[in-house]
């Protein structure tokens, strides 16, 4: 058993300094990085490293979150509260703006996550930000699997595969033309159970949904949909009160839940440990659209 703590606490120690040393480096290349922060556990993960690598000085990036205008509240109260704690400068590209002059249209399956692509990368250019933080990891899904840690994004927000660069021995190039950028992804190495053994170990506080609580939903495609105001069940489609939990945040719209008692987060802890499929996998209906769904989307400038 000693032998197990032992081991988990160094795997942790040495993913917490490699992030921790990507902050940095951003830091000290970049003019004007920014981190995209939702109010989710990765992004919360995300921002309490940028604490850790900069203390007892201030985070020296602002906040940027892409609202759909389709987010669980207690995530957006959760967020504003961790902003409002920490006195940090928070960005919200909200993507209604977006729907109501006309520079996008709502998808006729109600589901706005793909139209997050235009609001971010209009966000980067406006803002002229070099660097944009994302918690993104390896083990979520294939298109993130062979995402590079600094990737760099054309002057268009685009991924390009060719244009990529080898990262031997930890160092990072961050070289890029005026009006392009770099994602930074200092999670990349971190699998889920990575991320609640930090969660615990920390003692981070996360929004109340990624626990098991009660709520009416509706089953869809084997997964848990809520309702609200991006829309509710279909026919044939009944609500119902279960015991359900959240594994991953996004818009309210494709998220789904799991049935779950973990109410604390041992029990999340063992629960995931149990898990053979990610988070995206098992609960996220946009990632389901296609085969590509997600590597289109990174080619497009999403993540």
């Not at 660069?165 to 990349?188: C, D, I, K, Q, T």
């Not at 995206?280 to 997600?294: H, I, P, Q, Y």
Request: aromatic content about 10%; hydrophobic content about 35%.
């Amino acid at each position: 058993m000693t032998l197990a703590v032992d081991r988990k606490t160094a795997n942790l120690d040495a993913l917490e300094s490699e992030a921790i040393h990507i902050f940095r480096e951003v830091a000290g290349e970049f003019d004007r990085p920014v981190i995209l922060f939702s109010g989710g556990k990765d992004s919360t993960v995300l921002l309490h490293l940028a604490l850790k690598a900069f203390w007892p000085a201030p985070v020296p990036f602002a906040l940027l979150h892409v609202d759909t205008g389709h987010n669980f509240p207690e995530v957006i109260e959760f967020r504003d509260r961790v902003v409002a704690k920490y006195g940090l400068r928070l960005l919200v590209a909200h993507v209604q703006d977006w729907i109501d002059d006309g520079r996008l249209t709502e998808r006729p399956d109600g589901t706005r996550n793909p139209l997050q692509t235009m609001p971010l990368l209009d966000t980067i250019t406006e803002q002229k930000f070099d660097a944009v933080f994302g918690g993104g990891r390896r083990d979520e899904e294939r298109a993130r699997a062979k995402e590079r840690i600094f990737s760099l994004r054309n002057a268009f927000g685009q991924w390009e595969p060719k244009r990529q660069r080898p990262e031997l021995w930890n160092l990072y190039n961050g070289r890029h033309r005026p009006g392009e950028h770099v994602r930074v992804f200092p999670l990349s190495n971190w699998t889920e159970l990575d991320v609640w053994n930090y969660i615990a170990r920390e003692k981070i506080e996360l929004p109340d949904i990624y626990y098991a609580h009660e709520r009416e939903v509706y089953l869809r495609d084997g997964m848990w949909l809520a309702e609200g105001p991006w829309g509710g069940p279909r026919d044939g489609e009944t609500l119902e009160r279960r015991t359900i939990r959240y594994r991953t945040v996004g818009d309210g719209s494709c998220t789904g839940a799991i049935d779950s008692d973990a109410r604390t987060i041992e029990e999340v802890i063992a629960e995931v440990a149990a898990s053979r499929l990610t988070e995206r996998g098992a609960t996220r209906a946009d990632d389901r659209l296609s085969e590509a769904a997600m590597e289109d989307r990174k080619r497009e400038g999403y993540f």
